[in-house]
């Protein structure tokens, strides 16, 4: 009996261990040329147990109970497969794949501008994808030289890693940044304000081996999904953990002194892999890509996400934050010569490779405070862009049954920019400009004798070529300067001086943003019958605290400038006394100043459906209503002083001691500040609304699984952000009468405004609030056939009632803006296209063509330079000959500035077992430089290649970038390009300033992945 009893436990405990048994599914995958896919994503459908293949293309799934399974695997660039297989308990089962070539990755899906994840050849709306191999062929030196990849974008990076500006479509974004663009990471901005000036989104939007994969979306449905971004929302995809531990270490050397770590590791977090992780980043230190002191970039990110899958594949929780460390240069436009064929002035060599930003200041540049008078900030002008930067979110999945679905994404940020930088306000001048302003002081002509002193005399490092080194900091007359004539005989700063005799008057900026963020997205969803319908909500919540103060320096004219201090002296007999034009370098002190504190909150509710109306044809529709309010406060500012500021011009007005206050420092005698803005104790507050919607419907017709045809049409808005308000203050747009007159009898910041009433009692001007409306349509195409994959694209762009300071300088050289509001219409062609004759060569290219012309412009009067304006050593300049016109122009009909008619991308690709090279060549056509359509921006083209080879878990890589160092030009002067008439064009020695593209560089990086 006993025996009995031993046998039934033991034939249970074998049956139990029998039923307890699992199985699994492996195998391999591999292209149709026999090379294995690494990366490939294979999962158990209608579930997320999967796998990931390694590097040798295997992949494993294990803990399968008895069954018949489907397997999918997809990879971006091929076409999604499926196959069945049946398991047996303890069993393996073997499946392989060979995966067909998905050109344009149709059958990619993707998440951006979409209710629910679908494929882009079943898509309504034109959206390009590029995974890891694309964005490393692209070699991006920027976020923007990433979006630059995409058709319909046109994308001016030269300023740098940050502050890049991005053209959707031929919409004109007036002085530059991300003003249509919605710039997001996983679905949600990484702060609302894709265009805010001085927290630019691209400075702490990252490109490393944390991103999946990017996807841009232009025009169409934008409108439903994003906040005042109609022209395209560019999606940086993350990774997330999956079944399997996988990562990648690279590291990275650039000649120009780059050193750079990548890393990214995900995978589960638990034995049955519901908990998974991922996490990665960057760091890199970059001496920088022109001629600078150093280093231009330092810092990087770390980002991660932690997931938890529920049960019976019901949806998912994902937590994630990301902070950002980060120091950028801020590359300034260049003075140049001849509009047709910009070449370097006199001094200068390749244009690429110059800057403007000044070497010899260090952190020992002395900028008046505003907030303190008579004490100044230390900065170095150097330092760029400085972006401290963190964020927390939480994103939540679930499938509440009966076709019911609610997902929800959260994030919470704050961050902050400290910006000190120099720009270029005007041209450049000569020694005679300041000559003339020295007859226009008190005495008249003859009654001063310039002299002049570097700033900071113990850094010159002996370079005499420039301006002599001083003895313990002296000043010495300009006329001992000679080395040559300036074309007027004068001999004060002469074309032997730096080969140009000049002097630049250099912007000098100094900006703090302090911002917050939270913002949530909720959105439920329901299937009926053929229909998604789909109604949610979007909130977000933003603050701002901000600092500017504006200023303008005086430097030579040279790479690396250095700032250069002038007094007028007295003349022998004269009894005057000494002006300081210049302290410290800085030629006007105070040009701007704001102070502002801001509120915010856009609130918005939405509904779409997608509707399968039957295999073949799809349509999407949609509607979005939004609400933004916006409450502030915005620091007065009053002046003592009614000196002319800004450009040194022959013939310009020096008034000195209006009202007998002399500036910050009341001394009437230092010009420096006469003209400075005086932080008021008063404050102007602001309390606004804006209601405004947007509407889509899309339609697709999927002729076969590769061919489909489709069509949008979109109608939506931007209105102005509280930072447009702020900066337009007197403009218009926020206005309270602007404070100048004289100080009263109260010296504690009680002055009046034109002699009537204190400040304390202005009582704003009502609001003006433009809200831009934009009219969008497009149809096109999308096929992918066995050696040939294309996607085209029609469209057409109406926008109405659009805002913008127009920048032009008064007839004292002054800077004045103008609000006006235009409209705009474009028509264009977008072509993606690639092309596989044999086995493993690829040829990938995209076109866009568009005309944006301006249909509606108001009148505008401006003050027209002539050739003698650009200080052409050749012209003697006379306060007759360089007065400018009163002109007044109109720009209705004419095409719009920056944006270049014809661009294209094109890169050949080839691969021989481990190895893979590649070429890419982009080419940017003739475009005008200004409203005015008075003169041009030569084309330009840029061509890169890159070779890499394989060992095991190795990738052995190099890249040259810019290979025949292309001196391409991207932008004119922004701030006086509309001053600038046809006559002024036609002499080729003329000196305009303006932006070129980043030189020649080479970089070489090891890749293990494991």
């Known amino acids: 009996m006993i025996k009995f009893y031993l046998f039934l436990l033991l034939f249970a405990f074998n049956i139990a261990n029998l039923c307890g048994q699992t199985g699994k599914i492996k195998g391999k995958a591999v292209d149709s040329s026999g090379e294995v896919i690494v990366g490939a994503t294979v999962v158990i459908k209608g579930t997320q147990n999967g796998s990931i293949t390694d590097t040798d293309g295997v992949y494993q799934i294990n803990m399968l109970a008895d069954g018949e399974y489907a397997v999918t695997i997809n990879f971006m660039g091929f076409k999604t497969q499926e196959q069945k297989t049946t398991v047996t308990a303890g069993g393996e089962a073997v499946l392989d794949f060979t995966l067909e070539d998905d050109y344009l990755s149709l059958d990619d899906v993707v998440v951006t501008g979409s209710f629910d994840p679908q494929s882009k050849l079943e898509s309504t709306v034109s959206i ?17 030289d990433l979006i630059d990849a995409i058709p319909g974008f046109y994308v001016e990076s030269g300023l740098g890693e940050a502050a890049n500006n991005i053209y959707p479509r031929g919409l004109p974004i007036g002085t530059g940044g991300l003003r249509y663009t919605a710039l997001r990471e996983d679905g949600l901005n990484n702060f609302e304000i894709s265009d805010k000036v001085f927290f630019n989104a691209d400075a702490f939007t990252k490109n490393d081996l944390t991103i999946e994969k990017l996807e841009g ?129 006199s001094g200068w060599s390749n244009l690429n490779e110059r800057t403007l930003i000044p070497s010899n200041a260090g952190d020992n540049l002395l900028v008046p405070d505003p907030l303190n008078v008579g004490q100044n900030r230390n900065i170095n002008p150097a330092n760029g862009i400085k972006v401290d930067y963190k964020n927390i979110g939480v994103e939540f999945k679930y499938d509440l049954g009966n076709g019911w679905q609610v997902k929800n994404q959260s994030r919470y940020m704050q961050g902050t920019t400290q910006t000190n930088l120099t720009q270029t306000v005007s041209n450049p001048v000569s020694g005679r400009a300041l000559l003339a302003n020295a007859a226009l ?102 603050n701002s605290d901000d600092y500017w103060n504006f200023n303008t320096g005086l430097t030579d004219l040279s790479s690396n400038p250095r700032f250069v201090d002038i007094q007028f002296r007295p003349a022998p007999g004269f009894p005057v006394p000494t002006f300081d034009l210049t302290r410290n370098g800085i030629l006007q002190a105070g040009i701007q ?149 004289a100080a009263n009898t109260n010296d504690n910041g009680g002055y009046t405004n034109n002699g009537s009433a204190t400040d304390a009692t202005l009582t704003p001007l009502p609001l003006q609030n433009p809200v831009e409306r934009i009219l969008q349509g497009e149809v096109g195409l999308r096929m992918s056939k066995s050696k040939f994959g294309l996607t085209g694209t029609v469209f057409a762009t109406q926008m109405n009632d659009a805002a913008f300071t127009l920048q032009s300088t008064d007839a004292n050289g002054n800077l004045k803006l103008d609000v006006l509001l235009y409209d705009v219409r474009t028509i264009g062609l977008e072509i993606e296209a690639v092309y596989a004759p044999v086995k493993n060569l690829r040829f990938n290219g995209s076109l866009s063509l568009q005309q944006p012309k301006y249909t509606k412009y108001p009148d505008v009067v401006i003050s027209e330079v002539n050739q003698a304006d650009f200080v052409n050593p050749a012209i003697p300049v006379t306060p007759t000959n360089n007065a400018p016109a009163a002109r007044t122009v109109n720009f209705s009909g004419n095409n719009v500035e920056r944006v270049p008619p ?109």
Request: glycine share 12%; charged share 15%.
């Open 902 to 1010: 014809i661009q294209f991308d094109f890169t050949a690709d080839y691969t021989i077992k481990k190895f893979n090279i590649f070429a890419n060549i982009r080419y940017i056509g003739a475009r005008w430089a200004n409203r005015r359509n008075t003169y041009k921006l030569p084309a330009f083209s840029e061509v890169g290649a890159g070779i890499s080879y394989r060992i095991d878990k190795f990738v052995f890589s190099g890249q040259v970038i810019n290979l025949f160092n292309t001196q391409g030009i991207t932008e004119g002067n922004t701030r006086t390009q509309d001053n600038i008439g046809p006559n002024a064009v036609l002499n080729n020695n003329t000196i305009n300033t303006g932006m070129f593209i980043l030189p020649r560089s080479a970089n070489f990086s090891v890749q293990y992945s494991f």
């Open 128 to 144: 390009t994808t590029l995974d890891q191999r694309m964005i490393e062929q692209q070699a991006p030196r920027s976020t923007g």
């Open 217 to 345: 979306l232009r025009g169409g449905n934008a409108v439903i999904f994003s906040s005042n971004t109609a022209g395209g929302i560019v999606n940086f995809v993350s990774k997330t953990g999956g079944t399997d531990l996988k990562g990648d270490v690279k590291y990275t050397y650039g000649t120009q002194g780059m050193y750079r770590v990548d890393a990214n590791v995900g995978g589960p977090l638990t034995k049955d892999k519901k908990w998974r992780f991922n996490v990665g980043g960057h760091y890199r230190h970059d001496k920088g890509l022109r001629d600078f002191t150093g280093p231009a970039n330092v810092g990087g990110q770390i980002k991660a996400n932690v997931t938890r899958m529920f049960d019976n594949n019901k949806g998912y929780i994902r937590f994630s934050g990301k902070i950002v460390d980060d120091q950028v240069a801020f590359w300034t436009p260049v003075p140049y010569q001849g509009f047709d064929s910009p070449r370097p002035v």
């Open 441 to 542: 002081l008190p005495g008249g002509a003859g009654a001063y004798v310039p002299f002049v002193s570097y700033t900071h005399p113990l850094q010159n490092n002996g370079a005499a070529s420039i301006l002599p080194n001083n003895i313990n900091g002296g000043f010495i007359p300009l006329s001992s300067l000679s080395a040559g004539t300036d074309g007027g005989g004068t001999g004060i700063l002469s074309t032997g001086i730096n080969g140009n005799g000049m002097l630049l008057p250099l912007g000098v900026f100094v900006i703090n943003s302090q911002n917050t963020n939270l913002i949530n997205n909720l959105q439920f969803s329901k299937q009926i019958k053929q229909h998604s319908i789909n109604i949610g909500s979007y909130v977000s919540a933003y």
């Open 593 to 741: 100043y704001r102070k502002s504190v801001s509120q915010n909150l856009t609130y918005a509710v939405f509904v779409g459906d997608e509707w399968k109306i039957d295999s073949k044809l799809t349509a999407n529709l949609g509607f979005r209503y939004e609400v933004n309010r916006a409450s502030g406060s915005l620091q007065n500012v009053g002046r003592r002083d009614g000196r002319s500021a800004g450009v040194i011009r022959a013939g310009a007005p020096i008034t000195v001691g209006i009202g007998g206050a002399g500036g910050w420092d009341s001394n009437q005698t230092t010009l420096y500040d006469n003209n400075a803005d005086l932080p008021l104790s008063s404050y102007m507050n602001y309390d606004m609304r804006v209601d405004v919607w947007g509407a889509n419907i899309g339609l697709n017709y999927k002729v076969d699984e590769t061919f489909a045809l489709f069509l949008n049409g979109s109608r939506g808005t931007r209105y102005a952000s509280t930072q447009n308000f702020i900066s337009n203050k007197d403009n218009g747009i926020l206005s309270g009468t602007r404070i100048t007159g």
